[in-house]
């Protein structure tokens, strides 16, 4: 029997497995996943990430300027750290927010806001830019963007390095003992693996998960705590001729209400990244626990990068691309789509917590798509929540049960359905 089982081997799972594995060297950890590590269609599987300590919610800012000191320092991560700076157009506040709460906490990173005027004064590569209605522009020149899927392979070859065991199969179910705790997982080849505790990293599988494992236990299920959403997103080509254009250029933050996304400026071989920002869910009818849930699509195709993405939905993301640096922005060319999907929780506060309603089960997720920045630190948090150490207003905001005051990034609350653009 293991001491512990961690099934998915996102952020969450392969960040934990790494903290475990180093505060408790004598532990047996399996990390299970159903793909090599990072798995493609996983949410933490990705060309980058944006890098911030910038929040509207003090709390994350407080856990993210950790983070981002890992990040500048620790030799695991700062290679894969990209230090651009990042520009906030928009309307919800954010950057208005962070600049106070900076100041709140005493901490002088840089942050400035500016003028429109200013903005393109410093930042010309937005001369033609869709800033209408925007009045001020929030930059800091301490964010920035990292490497995603060479950070996840480093991470967990640090964990294997450490002692845990990487196991490379689907978990078809969870499994219980007669008292109704878990004891483990059963793979889709009727393989079981038993472990003192069962930790789900599942992210946007977790609702669905839960569901085939003890369809009839109403207490066992997420219902609604965790529901599975999709932002949109495309890689586009830059043309060498035209990279110098763009090489300086800092994430962009666009929040108004005529379009809602980011962009991450180009990697080492000109590729530039977009998100389209309002997510949407995929709701399907759960025979077996009479239930409709949210649940990724079927298609792997459709959750990895390629061309299986709704033709509206590429719109919306073209449009992003569009509204950032000009609709006939010289030498960019779409090379990509993908539907990423994640765990939403209703404000945006992570799950950490064990399970109330079930002894021996643990989840870490919930991510909300604003998790990934905290890789370097996440993990140690779900090892203290493990042990029972968490400090008060952490296991107050994350607990499986708790009130859900307040919002950590609204901007990502499903606002449609994947049929809707079908």
């Known amino acids: 029997m293991a001491d512990y089982i961690i099934v998915g081997a996102g952020i969450f799972g392969v960040s934990t497995a790494l903290h475990l594995a180093t505060s408790e060297p004598d532990a047996t950890i399996y990390l299970v996943d159903r793909a090599p590590c990072p798995c493609p269609s996983a949410a933490s599987s990705d060309l980058n990430k944006i890098i911030r300590a910038d929040y509207g919610d003090i709390f994350y800012m407080g856990l993210a300027l950790e983070a981002l000191h890992e990040w500048n320092t620790n030799p695991l991560y700062k290679p894969f750290f990209h230090e651009t700076g990042i520009v906030f157009a928009e309307e919800i506040g954010t950057g208005n927010a962070s600049f106070h709460n900076y100041k709140k906490l005493g901490i002088n990173p840089g942050a400035e806001i500016f003028t429109r005027s200013q903005a393109l004064e410093k930042f010309p590569i937005f001369k033609n830019a869709n800033w209408t209605g925007v009045k001020d522009n929030y930059y800091n020149p301490r964010s920035g963007w990292a490497e995603a899927d060479p950070t996840v392979r480093a991470v967990i070859q640090a964990a294997l390095d450490a002692g845990v065991t990487y196991i490379q199969q689907t978990v078809d179910k969870l499994i219980f003992d007669d008292q109704g705790a878990c004891v483990g997982i059963k793979t889709n080849d009727n393989n079981e693996m038993k472990a003192k505790v069962t930790l789900l990293c599942t992210g946007a599988w977790t609702a669905q998960l ?3 494992s003890s369809p009839h ?6 219902n609604g705590r965790m529901v599975a959403a999709a932002a ?3 890689v586009v080509q830059c043309h060498p001729d035209y990279l110098d254009l ?6 962009h933050f666009l929040g108004m209400s005529h379009t809602h996304g980011e962009s991450i400026p180009p990697t ?5 990244k977009f998100n389209f920002e309002v997510t949407f869910t995929n709701k399907e009818y759960h025979e077996a626990s ?3 849930i949210s649940v990724p699509t079927v298609r792997s195709s459709q959750s990895t990068w390629g061309h299986d ?6 719109g919306k993301v073209i449009k992003v691309v569009e509204h950032v ?12 789509y993908r539907m990423c999907w994640d765990a939403v929780t209703p404000n945006q506060d992570w799950v950490i917590s064990p399970h109330p309603a079930c002894k021996g089960l643990c989840i870490a997720g919930g991510g909300s798509f604003h998790a990934w920045k905290f890789l370097p630190i996440i993990g140690k948090y779900v090892s203290q929540m493990l042990k029972g150490q968490l400090a008060e207003e952490q296991a107050r905001r994350w607990a499986w049960d708790r009130n859900d005051e307040g919002a950590a990034c609204i901007m990502y609350i499903p606002q449609n359905d994947l049929k809707d653009f079908a």
């Open 268 to 272: 080492i071989d000109g590729k530039l």
């Open 290 to 292: 009479g239930q409709t």
């Open 309 to 314: 993405v709704p033709e509206e939905l590429k």
């Open 210 to 212: 839960i569901a085939n």
């Open 246 to 251: 763009y090489r300086d250029a800092p994430v």
């Open 232 to 234: 949109t997103s495309c």
């Open 217 to 222: 236990n109403h207490d066992l299920q997420t």
């Open 325 to 336: 640096y000009g609709k006939d922005a010289p030498g960019l060319s779409v090379e990509s």
